[in-house]
C-alpha cells in the first residue's frame, strides 16, 4: 500500500520533535503535526520559562548576601514585565528554533490537530494524511483538582503570562511544580504558603531531601502546611479564599493548583484505531514505545512513565533510529537523574534509602554543613550530600543533594552512578576544591545502615 508519509508524529513537543527530525535525517518521508505551540510545554510553558523565573528569583538572595562582602546596595524593587518580557521573548526564540529544526531536515510541518479515522489515516486540519508508522507524542497538561471552586484557581501555564505579580500566593500541590513555583514566587518577593495533603511533601524522593528541603523553605519565610487541604474555593472581590481543612481561612492574590498533570489524548480518537488507554488516559507501550497496535507508537508524558524532558528526547532519538536508522535501542528508564529547581535545588540519581532498604542491606553515607558562602553571608543554608551503597557488592546506588549547584554537580554524578561506580572509586577520585561537589568524594564514615533512624539532626 502507498502511504503519504512513511511517518506521521502528532506533537511537536521534546519527544515528537526529536522523533521526527532524526527519522527525516534517516530519509523517511516525515509529516509532525502540532496544534498548540512548537517545543511543547518545556520550551513554552515548563522547563525553559520556569528557569528563567528561578534564575531571576535567585538575585534577591544574592543581593541580601553581597552585604556581607562588603557591596553597598540598594534595590528598588522588581518589575515583573521586564522579566515576563525576557522569558516569553526567549520562549518564542526557541519556539521558532523547533520549527526550523524540522523543516531544515526535511519534514512537512501542520499547525493543526490530528485525529485518528483508522489505524493508518488521520485528519490533519481537515486534511486527510495516510502514514505506514504513527507517532502520538501529544504531551500532558495541568489537571484541577475537582474541589469546589477549583476554576478560581490558576495552573501552571498561567504563571508565565500573568498580567501583575502577585504579592499573597497560595500553592496546592506537593510535587515538582508546587514546590518550585513556591521557591521562585517567594524569591521574588511574594509571601508563599503551599499546601500539601500528606506530610511530607515532594514523595517518591529520598526522606533527608524531603526533610532538608522543608527545613530550608521554612527558614526562608515560606508558609509550609503539611496535611492540610482546601475543601472550597471562593472568589471575593480581586482576592481568592481558600476554605482549609483545619477550618481556617487564606486570602490571596492567586492560587496555583499545581496538583498534577494529564496526558492529552482527547480529540485523538484512539478508537479509530484500536489504540489503548489506561486509566487516566495514558497509552501504555513496550520497550520499544510501541502501543497496542504495532505501527503506531507514542513517547514521552503521554505514556506518564518518567516524565521529562530528556527521556522524551531520547525515547524520540532512540525510535528513530530503530525505525528508520538500521540501530535498534531502547532507552533505560533506570537511574536517570533529576532535579527540583527548588529554593535550594535537590538532584537526585538512582535508589532513596528507602528503595535501597527494601531491596537488601545497604550503607548510609550523609554529609551536612554551611557552604562557603553562606560562612560569610551568615544566610541560613545548609547544604547535604548523600551517597546510598549496596553493603554487598558496594556499588553506589543513588546520591542524592540539597544545595546551590545540585542539579549542575548531579549531572556528572550521574555518569558514575550509571557507569556501575563503587564506593572505592568515589574515595579514589580526588576532589576539587574548594567546592561543596568535593564531599561526594570525602565520605569517609558510615552513618548508618539504610532504614535505620538517623542519629543526627
Ligand atoms: P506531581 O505528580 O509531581 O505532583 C502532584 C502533587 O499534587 C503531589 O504532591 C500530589 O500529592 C498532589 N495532588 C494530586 N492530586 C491532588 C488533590 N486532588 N488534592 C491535593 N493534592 C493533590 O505533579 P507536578 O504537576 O508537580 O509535575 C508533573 C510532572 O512534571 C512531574 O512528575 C515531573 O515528572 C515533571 N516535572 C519535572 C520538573 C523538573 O524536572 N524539574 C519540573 C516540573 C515538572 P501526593 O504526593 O500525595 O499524590
Partial sequence: MDFDVDLFVIGGGSAGVRCARIAAGHGARVGVAESRFWGGTCVNVGCVPKKILVQASEYSGHFADSRAFGWQLSVAGHDWPTLREATLAE??????????????????????????????????????????????????????????????????????????????????????????????????????????????????????????????????????????????????GPDTRLHLSDGSRLDVDALFLCTGRRPNVAGLDLAAAGVASARGGAIPVDAGMATNVPHIFALGDVTDQVNLTPV????????????????????????????VFSSPPIATVGLTEEDAAARGPADIFVTRFTPMRHTISKRARRTMIKLVVDSATQKVLGAHMLGEDAPEIMQGIAVAIVAGATKADFDRTIGIHPTAAEEFVTLRTRTREAGQPPRDP
Wanted: charged letters at 20%; hydrophobic letters at 40%; glycine letters at 12%.
Fill in 91 to 236: 520562549t518564542r526564540r526557541l519556539s521558532g528554533i523547533y520549527v526550523s529544526l524540522l523543516t531544515n531536515a526535511g519534514c512537512t510541518v501542520f499547525d493543526a490537530p490530528a485525529r485518528f479515522l483508522d489505524p493508518h489515516t488521520l485528519d490533519v486540519g481537515g486534511r486527510r494524511v495516510s502514514a505506514e508508522r504513527i507517532v502520538i507524542a501529544t504531551g500532558g497538561q495541568p489537571e484541577r483538582p475537582g474541589i469546589p471552586g477549583d476554576e478560581h484557581g490558576l495552573i501552571s501555564d498561567d504563571l508565565f503570562t500573568l498580567e501583575n505579580f502577585p504579592r499573597r500566593v497560595a500553592i496546592m500541590g506537593g510535587g515538582y511544580i508546587a514546590v518550585e513555583f513556591a521557591g521562585l514566587l517567594a524569591g521574588l518577593g511574594a509571601q508563599v504558603t503551599l499546601l500539601y495533603r500528606g506530610e511530607k511533601f515532594l514523595r517518591g524522593f529520598d526522606s533527608d531531601l524531603r526533610d532538608g528541603l522543608a527545613e530550608a523553605m521554612r527558614s526562608s519565610g515560606i508558609d509550609l502546611r503539611f496535611a492540610t487541604t482546601a475543601g472550597e474555593i471562593e472568589r471575593i
Fill in 312 to 339: 522524551a528526547t531520547a525515547q524520540g532519538h532512540a525510535l528513530a533510529d530503530t525505525l528508520f536508522g538500521n540501530r535498534p535501542r531502547s532507552i533505560s528508564l533506570a537511574n536517570v537523574p533529576s532535579a
